[in-house]
């Protein structure tokens, strides 16, 4: 029977790379994986500085289950060409650092111990992806996700992939096809068992192949009480595949949904039901830390990603992220589009060669995720290249027939070889492209794009980002632009029923090279900044979901007279699913306004916009003589649901101090989100805050970055990172104006509360 095992604890991590570490094991820094080689400051810094080689060591003991048996070592990612050595020799290498790369160890595996050497080079290599031009965004060095020890029998499973049929029929079934590794070496029959399960562990149905080889087919038809895996219930179910043959046996899990996901010029449909797709782009990386976060910091953003922010979709941009994030993405029901590493350049023919490879990695890996609906074989953005397209979509399509393919760009009249069009489309805020009425055009249309005369499946994949970077702490006045730009986007989406859906650019900052972003290295694209924390813009997404999700009510203003050119707060946007608004203004008459369909037909929660409408320019004068309190209230169905007050002389009052979890796990390398805020004395953030702060820990967990930290637009944020101990652990903020802010958690080696698809999925690795 097989056996995985974690392989990230006890590396020992030298900067550089000298032929005798892959011999014997030198003293050097000890580190547990995920792990970043260089940890970069938050911004204004050198990125060559992980563009050089790295060494990783871990020695290991023979043990006696490796006996007549295939043992080797599973990377899950490593950026950016890896060589590993096994024993002073090498044994195997990888070009791809998104994606996972197995490496047998038996021919030089020997009792005792042994050592595992990892070369890691970071230089962004031309001859493959997604290096050779400009990109814009980093890849950190370093082996940034988990590794595992696997042991299997001498014929094992490959891999197996299951295709549900007859989805919406009242009996489902599945195929589920399966891969053996060394069906040669067999000396007779093998028995290959397929049986699915629910999430509570009860058997549905089972079926047997007497006579398996290289690749078998097993049928599970007329499944009974199947549930589909929808959005607001993505159900699960788990397949069993079991081997038994003469010289030992093997098994193999995976989860799967019973779904189907349809993009027809008419529209997106999840399981034949019209859904508009409303998303966001994200990057996988994080300050100090780049790409080198474990399972709960990746489990995180696809909830703020679905529960924050309310999307339904997230694009992993520009190539196959973690699969922790993937697997809460399963779990929980966010919607996934993949791509193949790349952003804009096409190289030469072995460059070509590796892209190929790249889709057929991805989609090995990723073919049984409910979630992804969508594979992108195309590099974002890439002008056309017919043959060299026409063959990732082959690949594609011969893989995985059951999922449609796309490719992103960002011109129109592009040759279409794929099943969807996909357009980066930004139009909205290009000064040279054309107005109508006085007001810019939000989204093209698709006629315009595609240059067909006839409508085909069409998707918007990035919009506004670089046409107006936002950052946390600028003006209120850019803010609030900002926000409209999101909003009159995803209003034209709403309109047009033959557009599938538009995914912002982007989820959350992030750092990238000299030639792009704001000079810091930091593109300010997001509606979070990089800590997650979000902006005005954010809530532009949160408000569209139902009030019985959650009601929401941000105003977009800081609520002071001069904080805009000229003065004033209007017109005043609030962002809300709320049927109506109050604003009060001091002990003066309240204005009551409902959503501003006016300017917003489509959404399905416009934005409250108080201005000349609601109030007349002698009354719009007379808020300027003498500032008050603000006051808003929402109503939904006529009863007060929310209130938010801002203060008219805001004074530093307190640190507000929250972590994303209670406790950090000593089991793994984990990682907790802490978010301080500056707040006045009506619990408002102050967005001007500026002072610095002092981070102190005490107990089994250290804080990713610098300890001294700064407020940037009121808030202040940081990941603390297990030590591998359990305990307590303590918390101080300290900042001149306020009373410390102390916060406790606990370092437990066992995550509460760990759902049973959780750790089935957990332990499944």
């Known amino acids: 029977m097989r056996s995985t095992t974690r392989f990230s604890d006890d590396w020992t ?206 049928s599970l038809a007329d499944l009974p009480n199947i549930e589909l895996w929808e959005l607001d219930n993505p159900s699960l179910y788990r397949v069993l595949v079991e081997l038994d043959h003469s010289k030992g046996s093997d098994q193999v899990s995976t989860w799967i949904g019973f779904r189907t996901a349809e993009f027809t010029p008419n529209g997106f449909k999840l399981n034949g039901r019209p859904l508009k797709i409303m998303g966001l782009n994200r990057h996988q990386s994080y300050p100090y830390a780049g790409y080198a976060m474990g399972r709960r910091a990746q489990e995180r953003d696809a909830e703020i990603v679905k529960y924050d922010l309310k999307c339904n979709l997230v694009r992993t941009s520009h190539y196959p992220q973690s699969p922790w994030f993937l697997d809460h993405c399963d779990r929980i029901g966010l919607l996934v589009f993949e791509e193949i590493p790349g952003w804009q350049h096409i190289g030469g023919p072995e460059w070509k060669r590796e892209a190929v490879e790249n889709v057929r990695r991805m989609i090995r890996r990723d073919w049984n995720r409910p979630s992804i609906i969508l594979w992108g074989v195309r590099i974002n953005e890439s002008q056309d290249d017919g043959a060299f397209y026409e063959e990732t979509n082959a690949v594609a399509r011969a893989l995985d027939p059951t999922r449609q393919t796309a490719g992103v760009r960002n011109f129109p009249n592009s040759e279409l070889l794929e099943d969807v069009y996909t357009m980066n489309d930004f139009i909205q805020g290009n000064e040279e492209l054309p107005w109508t009425n006085h007001f810019p055009i939000s989204l093209r249309k698709q006629r315009d794009v595609t240059g067909l005369n006839y409508p085909v499946p069409y998707m918007v994949t990035e919009f506004n980002g670089h046409m107006y970077p936002t950052k946390s702490f600028d003006p209120e006045q850019r803010q609030a632009e900002h926000v409209t730009r999101h909003l009159k986007v995803l209003d034209a989406m709403y309109g047009d029923p033959r557009i599938s859906g538009c995914i912002g650019w982007c989820m959350a900052d992030y750092n990238t090279h000299k030639d792009f972003g704001s000079g810091d290295r930091i593109c300010h694209h997001g509606v979070l900044d990089m800590f997650r924390i979000p902006k005005f813009a954010a809530y532009a997404y949160s408000s569209q979901c139902d009030p019985s999700d959650g009601i929401v009510m941000k105003p977009v203003t800081f609520g002071s007279r001069g904080e805009r050119s000229i003065g004033g707060i209007f017109p005043l946007i609030v962002l809300t699913n709320c049927d109506e608004v109050e604003l009060r203004f001091g002990n003066k008459s309240a204005v009551r306004a409902k959503p501003d369909r006016e300017n917003y037909r489509n959404l399905p929660f416009p934005p409250v916009v108080i201005d000349h409408r609601h109030l007349s320019i002698e009354e719009i004068g007379c808020w300027g003589t003498k500032w008050e309190d603000l006051f808003f209230t929402g109503f939904v169905n006529g009863v007060a649901k929310e209130e938010v007050r801002l203060v008219c002389d805001p004074r530093p009052d307190r640190i507000d101090v929250e972590a994303d979890s209670e406790y950090l796990l000593a089991s793994e390398k984990d990682s907790v989100r802490v978010v301080a805020r500056a707040v006045d004395q009506a619990g408002s953030i102050m967005p001007v805050f500026g002072d610095p702060l002092q981070v102190e820990v005490e107990g089994a967990a250290k804080i990713i970055g610098p300890d001294r930290l700064a407020f940037r637009g009121g808030v202040a944020a940081f990941w603390l990172e297990s030590l591998g101990e359990t305990g307590r652990i303590e918390i101080k903020i300290s900042s001149g104006r306020f009373a410390p802010a102390l916060l406790a958690l606990d370092a437990v080696r066992e995550e509460p509360h760990f759902s049973s698809i959780a750790r089935n999925q957990y332990a499944e690795r």
């Open 13 to 218: 991590f030298h900067e550089g790379f000298e032929e005798n570490l892959i011999y014997e094991l030198k003293s050097g820094s000890r580190i547990n994986l995920p792990h970043s080689a260089v940890e970069l400051p938050y911004n204004y810094f050198d990125e060559t500085e992980f563009q050089r080689s790295f060494c990783y060591q871990k020695s290991f003991e023979w043990q006696p289950e490796f006996e007549n048996r295939e043992v080797s070592l599973v990377f899950d990612g490593a950026m950016a060409d890896s060589v590993v050595y096994l024993n002073g020799e090498k044994i195997a290498s990888h070009r791809d650092g998104y994606t996972p790369f197995e490496v047998p160890l038996n021919s030089n595996l020997k009792r005792g111990v042994n050592l595992v050497s990892v070369k890691i080079d970071g230089t962004e290599n031309p001859e493959f992806p997604p290096f050779g031009g400009q990109i814009d965004y980093l890849t950190y060095a370093g082996i940034y996700r988990d590794a595992w020890l696997k042991v299997v029998d001498c014929v094992s499973i490959e891999r197996i992939k299951v295709e549900t049929r007859n989805v919406l029929s009242e009996l489902k079934s599945a195929t589920v096809h399966c891969e053996l590794r060394n069906p040669q070496k067999l000396g007779g029959d093998a028995k290959l068992t397929a049986r699915i399960f629910d999430a509570s562990g009860n058997e549905i149905a089972c079926n047997s192949c007497l006579h398996a080889g290289e690749r078998t087919e097993i």
